[in-house]
C-alpha cells in the first residue's frame, strides 16, 4: 500500500499548490494595479516576486479610548450564533431572481463587449473596477451597479459578530469527503470583491468610518473560512484577506482616517489559522478510502483479501473518475498488494 499512499500524497500536494497559487494570485487579491508600483525578482528566492507599494500617510493621534475602532469583535463582544446562515443568504437571492438576471446580464454583455473589442474582459466594467483605486472609479456608475446586491451588506453585518461559522459537512461520517461541494465557498470570492467595491466607493465619499466596518467585515469573513475545515475554504480565506488589505491600505492613506495602530494589533494571530483543515489534510487518505483503516500487520487469510478489494475498488473508482486518472482495476489492486507484500 506504499505505492498507493505515496501517489495520493503526491496528489493532494499538486493540488494544494495548484489552489495556492490560484487562490492567492494578485488578481484575486484584487492588488493587479492599484498603487503597487513595483514588481522585482526576490534575490533570495528563486520564482518569487517581491512587490512595492508607495504610501501617502498622514500623523494621527491615538484613538481615545484605544479600542474605540475594532476590526473584529472580541470574545467578550462576539454573539452565539452560526454565521453561515447569514452568508448563505448573502450569496443565495432567494426571492431576488430578477436581481441574479440583471447581475448575469452585466457581466455577459461586458464578455461580449470584450470579444468584439479583442481586449479582456477584466479591461471592462465592472470587472475594471476591481483594479481601480477610490478616485479613480466612476462613483454614480459603481454605485448604481452596487444598489442592486444592497442587500448583502446588511446580511454581512449580521455575520461579522457572531462566534461561529459551520456547514455542518460531518466529514468523519460522510461516505465520500471529496465528493463535497463548495459551489458557495467559491462564490465568497464575487461577495469580498462586491465589498472591497463599497469600501472604495466609501473612502472617496469621505464615509472613513463605513470604510472601516466594511475592512472588518472583510477580515472577518476570511477569518469566519478558517473554521471550515477544508482547505480550500481557508485559502479562499487568505485571497478575502488580501482584498480587504489592499482596501486598508487605501483607507490608511485618506487625510480623515484615524489612529488604527490598536485595530490592527488587535487582530487574532494569524487571522486565518489552518490548524483544522490540515487536520482534516493528514487524515483524508483514510477519510475517502475507509477500508484502510482496518488494514495492519496481523496474518489475514486470502479470503479477507478478496473481500477487502472488493470493498475498496468502488471508493479508489470514484478518486479516478474526479481526477480522470485510470489508476486501479481489480487486477492491478491485487498485483499492488503482492508487491507491497
Not at 457572531?162 to 471529496?178: A, G, H, M, Y
Request: glycine fraction near 4%; proline fraction near 6%.
Amino acid at each position: 500500500m506504499q505505492k498507493t499512499r505515496t501517489f495520493f500524497n503526491i496528489l493532494r500536494a499538486s493540488i494544494f499548490l495548484i489552489l495556492l497559487f490560484g487562490y492567492c494570485s494578485p488578481q484575486l487579491f484584487g492588488q493587479s494595479v492599484r498603487g503597487w508600483v513595483y514588481n522585482d525578482q526576490d534575490p533570495d528566492f528563486a520564482n518569487r516576486s517581491v512587490r512595492t507599494r508607495e504610501l501617502i500617510l498622514y500623523p494621527a493621534a491615538e484613538t481615545r479610548p484605544a479600542l474605540k475602532y475594532q476590526l473584529i469583535p472580541s470574545d467578550f463582544h462576539q454573539l452565539e450564533g452560526n454565521a453561515a446562515a447569514y452568508y448563505l443568504r448573502a450569496l443565495g437571492f432567494p426571492e431576488r431572481n430578477n436581481i441574479r438576471l440583471e447581475l448575469d446580464r452585466i457581466w455577459t454583455e461586458a464578455y461580449k463587449e470584450s470579444q468584439k473589442k479583442g481586449v479582456s474582459v477584466y479591461d471592462l466594467p465592472p470587472y475594471s473596477w476591481q483594479g481601480m483605486r477610490p478616485h479613480e472609479l466612476p462613483l454614480e456608475e459603481v454605485k448604481k451597479y452596487l444598489s442592486l446586491t444592497e442587500f448583502q451588506a446588511r446580511e454581512i453585518a449580521e455575520a461579522h459578530v457572531l462566534k461561529t461559522l459551520d456547514f455542518s459537512r460531518n466529514l468523519r461520517e460522510v461516505d465520500s469527503p471529496i465528493s463535497i461541494l463548495l459551489s458557495e465557498i467559491q462564490s465568497f470570492r464575487e461577495l469580498a470583491r462586491t465589498q472591497s467595491l463599497r469600501c472604495r466607493v466609501a473612502i472617496a465619499e469621505g464615509r472613513i468610518d463605513d470604510a472601516i466596518k466594511i475592512t472588518g467585515h472583510q477580515f472577518r469573513m476570511a477569518n469566519h473560512l478558517s473554521q471550515d475545515p477544508i482547505l480550500v475554504s481557508n485559502l479562499i480565506g487568505i485571497a478575502i484577506f488580501g482584498i480587504g488589505w489592499d482596501d486598508a491600505l487605501e483607507l490608511l492613506q485618506a487625510p480623515d482616517t484615524p489612529n488604527l495602530f490598536w485595530a490592527f494589533a488587535s487582530l487574532p494571530k494569524p487571522l486565518v489559522p489552518l490548524e483544522k483543515s490540515l487536520a482534516f489534510e493528514k487524515e483524508w487518505v483514510t477519510s475517502q478510502l475507509k477500508a484502510l483503516k482496518e488494514v495492519d500487520e496481523r496474518f489475514k487469510p486470502a479470503g479477507y483479501w478478496q473481500a477487502f478489494i472488493d470493498q475498496i475498488l468502488p471508493q479508489y473508482g470514484f478518486v479516478e473518475s474526479e481526477f480522470d486518472v485510470n489508476f486501479f482495476d481489480r487486477t492491478g489492486l491485487i498485483n499492488l498488494i503482492a508487491a507491497g507484500y
